[in-house]
Every structure is written in C-alpha cells, then in structure tokens.
C-alpha cells in the first residue's frame, strides 16, 4: 500500500491539532480561578517532609470518649507538623465491645464497640479542626473491635490502611 507523504503529514498535524486544547486568546486568563495541587500531588510535593512524620497512637480506657490533656497536647504537637503539608489526615478508631453483656447479642456488643469507635473519632476530628486542619482533609474510619489487637486505641497518620 502506497500513502502519500502529504497526506501522512496533514492526518499527523490534524490528530495533533486536536490534542490542544481549546483556549482561546481572547478569554481574560486573569478571571480564571486558581488551580489548587490535588491530594496526590501534595503529597509528592512534600514527600520529603511527610516521610519523617509518624502515626499517633493513643490509647484509651474501655469506657473513655473523650481526649485527655496530655493526649491533647501530643495531637497539637503532631498537628504542627502536618499543617503546612495540606495533605488528607486518616483518624483509625479502633473499640472493644463491652465486658458486661448479660442482655447482648455478639451483634448488638459489636454495634457498641463501633458507636464508641465512632465517638471517639468525632471527638478527635473536632480536636483537629480546632487545631486549624479543614473538615474536607479529615478522613474518619470508625473499625470498631480490632482483630489482630484488641484495644481502645486512635491511629492518626497520613496513610490510608
């Protein structure tokens, strides 16, 4: 099969043409808004800032819901560290349902150990927006009783399990 090397060249620049997009110069490129990085890019951005951060782990009495003081105080620490990064923050609650279950079904103790999973990630994502991190880069993951360890505990980190 013979092709003419003119009309190679004309199907090669319209299959270029129309990979360009479409701007056209006489729309004002000022009233644009701004671009902001997606999550994935913040986080290659600031790769090497965010390698060195480590998870938070607090530890909680098998009724507790709220944080403590010092818990506080370790959240804003950790907090300080993140907040320039602009990166998702996961909060992992983790429950174990309750010892007295007279009345329970192992579904109904497995329901409460998830309510008090999900508390507790409510009171620490309040703690985090007081600490100045924006509603929509808080993720939340009420797991309820842990299976590999079985403790009242919050990992917060940067990472998606």
Do not use: C
Not at 93 to 106: F, G, K, L, V, W
Not at 133 to 149: D, K, V
Request: proline residues 6%; hydrophobic residues 40%; aromatic residues 6%.
């Amino acid at each position: 099969m013979n092709s003419n090397p003119i009309t190679n060249l004309a199907i090669t620049s319209a299959l270029w043409l129309t990979l360009l997009p479409a701007v056209s110069y006489s729309q004002d490129i000022a009233n644009l808004p701004a671009h902001a990085p997606s999550n994935q890019a913040q986080i290659f951005l600031n790769a090497g800032n965010l390698t060195t951060i480590k998870p938070l782990y607090i530890n909680f009495h098998a009724q507790q819901i709220k944080l403590e003081e010092d818990t506080l105080t370790s959240l804003q620490n950790w907090v300080e560290q993140v907040k320039k990064s602009e990166v998702t923050i996961h909060v992992y609650s983790y429950a174990t349902p309750p010892n007295s279950r007279r009345d329970m079904t192992e579904k109904s103790a497995h329901h409460m150990a998830t309510r008090k999973a999900f508390n507790r990630a409510i009171n620490a994502k309040n703690a985090l927006q007081n600490e100045g991190i924006p509603e929509n880069l808080i993720a939340l993951h009420a797991i309820g009783p842990a299976t590999e360890n079985p403790a009242d505990q919050l990992h917060i980190t940067l990472r998606n399990n």
